[in-house]
């Protein structure tokens, strides 16, 4: 007889020997497992450590090697800095350099603007100055070959044209010095042209006198000197101008000192004039100071101890006495004036607090307190 074992569960029915054999099969299939999964899972934490271990390692080795890396590139930015810095410098004294540069092209370019403004100014002028220089030469020209058919026409005209020189220096020296005395020398007397008696501009004392010879020839002669010296001796002038239309070398600039004879153009009448007249003025004025100098001490000794001296200072003494009672008198006024305000203002002050004191009395608190009225109270009742 066989033996068979009903499942509990699903009703079957099996032999004994396969239900023991699959009990133990399943026994030993799970304890196998079991064994399976211990196993299995110290391999995977034996490789999960495994794994750590070598990720941790390759992580600090890349760590190490980034911070390597970082460490270089922070040298190389360190040194790129520095290079930029350095460029940065050259690149501004470059840029200073070729401003400096450029300023001084600049300057030099002005300069060089300015000297040739300067030079073609001074080309112009000159230009200029030649062209009136042939202007002045061809007017010249004309003027001579005109004088010298006016001359040719008519042989009285070189002495008309010195008449008209001397008149024409005549009324410049009578309008500039209506004081002093213009005097004409007449025609066929030796002598020169006008003597000009110079008279000090207050009390009219004669300074000096200045002797005038007027020329006016197309050539000049030295012999104009000799006879001006022997004009100016018999005149007893101080001082002899001959005034020429022509004029020598040495005075080509319109005015010459020769052999102690001024001689000027016509254009310088009055200028040379106004010189020598103040020469003059102040001569005479040093003659009659240094003259007059010791009388001057005896006359102011007399004037001070005479009468007349003694009867001004009383006069002034007189006048500041008047003076002084003068000022007493409105002093003593002014006072009483003073005086009588301060009454009549002590009057209105006691017054006032008169008024001011009943009708505190009647309202008493309600009566409001003025500044500073206590004060003019205590005042007016010491008053």
């Given at each position: 007889m066989v033996n068979t074992i009903?499942?509990?569960?699903?009703?079957?029915?099996?032999?004994?020997?396969?239900?023991?054999?699959?009990?133990?099969?399943?026994?030993?299939?799970?304890?196998?497992?079991?064994?399976?999964?211990?196993?299995?899972?110290?391999?995977?934490?034996?490789?999960?450590?495994?794994?750590?271990?070598?990720?941790?390692?390759?992580?600090?080795?890349?760590?190490?090697?980034?911070?390597?890396?970082?460490?270089?590139?922070?040298?190389?930015?360190?040194?790129?800095?520095?290079?930029?810095?350095?460029?940065?410098?050259?690149?501004?004294?470059?840029?200073?350099?070729?401003?400096?540069?450029?300023?001084?092209?600049?300057?030099?370019?002005?300069?060089?603007?300015?000297?040739?403004?300067?030079?073609?100014?001074?080309?112009?002028?000159?230009?200029?100055?030649?062209?009136?220089?042939?202007?002045?030469?061809?007017?010249?020209?004309?003027?001579?070959?005109?004088?010298?058919?006016?001359?040719?026409?008519?042989?009285?005209?070189?002495?008309?044209?010195g008449e008209a020189l001397e008149?024409?220096?005549?009324?410049?020296?009578?309008?500039?010095?209506?004081?002093?005395?213009?005097?004409?020398?007449?025609?066929?007397?030796?002598?020169?042209?006008?003597?000009?008696?110079?008279?000090?501009?207050?009390?009219?004392?004669?300074?000096?006198?200045?002797?005038?010879?007027?020329?006016?020839?197309?050539?000049?002669?030295?012999?104009?000197?000799?006879?001006?010296?022997?004009d100016k001796i018999q005149a007893k002038a101080d001082i002899g101008v001959i005034v020429s239309a022509t004029l020598p070398k040495e005075a080509s600039n319109g005015m010459g000192f020769l052999q102690g004879i001024w001689v000027i153009s016509i254009a310088l009448v009055e200028c040379v004039a106004i010189i020598h007249r103040n020469a003059l003025i102040d001569v005479a004025r040093q003659k009659s100071i240094s003259t007059h100098r010791e009388g001057k001490a005896d006359v102011l000794f007399s004037y001070i101890t005479s009468v007349a001296f003694v009867q001004q200072i009383q006069k002034q003494v007189d006048a500041y006495l008047v003076m002084r009672t003068q000022i007493e008198q409105e002093r003593k006024a002014y006072e009483k004036i003073l005086s009588g305000r301060e009454v009549q203002l002590n009057k209105l002050v006691q017054s006032t607090a008169k008024i001011y004191g009943t009708m505190q009395g009647i309202l008493a608190e309600s009566m409001p307190q003025i500044k500073g009225f206590d004060v003019l109270e205590i005042e007016s009742g010491n008053a």
């Amino acid at each position: 007889m066989v033996n068979t074992i009903t499942c509990p569960k699903c009703k079957q029915e099996f032999p004994l020997s396969e239900g023991v054999t699959h009990d133990f099969e399943e026994r030993i299939t799970a304890s196998l497992s079991e064994k399976h999964k211990k196993e299995l899972i110290e391999a995977r934490q034996r490789e999960r450590e495994h794994v750590h271990k070598e990720v941790v390692e390759r992580y600090m080795t890349t760590l190490q090697d980034l911070q390597k890396q970082v460490a270089e590139k922070d040298e190389k930015v360190a040194e790129y800095r520095d290079h930029e810095l350095k460029l940065r410098e050259e690149k501004r004294k470059l840029e200073e350099e070729k401003r400096e540069v450029e300023l001084t092209v600049a300057r030099r370019m002005e300069e060089e603007r300015k000297k040739a403004d300067e030079e073609a100014r001074r080309t112009v002028a000159d230009e200029y100055r030649l062209r009136e220089r042939e202007k002045d030469m061809v007017i010249e020209g004309l003027r001579k070959s005109l004088e010298e058919a006016q001359r040719k026409a008519n042989p009285t005209s070189q002495q008309l044209q010195g008449e008209a020189l001397e008149l024409d220096v005549a009324h410049i020296l009578r309008c500039a010095f209506p004081q002093d005395g213009i005097d004409e020398i007449a025609k066929g007397q030796n002598g020169s042209d006008l003597l000009q008696t110079v008279k000090s501009p207050v009390q009219a004392v004669t300074c000096g006198k200045i002797l005038w010879e007027c020329k006016r020839t197309k050539t000049w002669n030295n012999d104009y000197l000799a006879k001006m010296k022997e004009d100016k001796i018999q005149a007893k002038a101080d001082i002899g101008v001959i005034v020429s239309a022509t004029l020598p070398k040495e005075a080509s600039n319109g005015m010459g000192f020769l052999q102690g004879i001024w001689v000027i153009s016509i254009a310088l009448v009055e200028c040379v004039a106004i010189i020598h007249r103040n020469a003059l003025i102040d001569v005479a004025r040093q003659k009659s100071i240094s003259t007059h100098r010791e009388g001057k001490a005896d006359v102011l000794f007399s004037y001070i101890t005479s009468v007349a001296f003694v009867q001004q200072i009383q006069k002034q003494v007189d006048a500041y006495l008047v003076m002084r009672t003068q000022i007493e008198q409105e002093r003593k006024a002014y006072e009483k004036i003073l005086s009588g305000r301060e009454v009549q203002l002590n009057k209105l002050v006691q017054s006032t607090a008169k008024i001011y004191g009943t009708m505190q009395g009647i309202l008493a608190e309600s009566m409001p307190q003025i500044k500073g009225f206590d004060v003019l109270e205590i005042e007016s009742g010491n008053a």
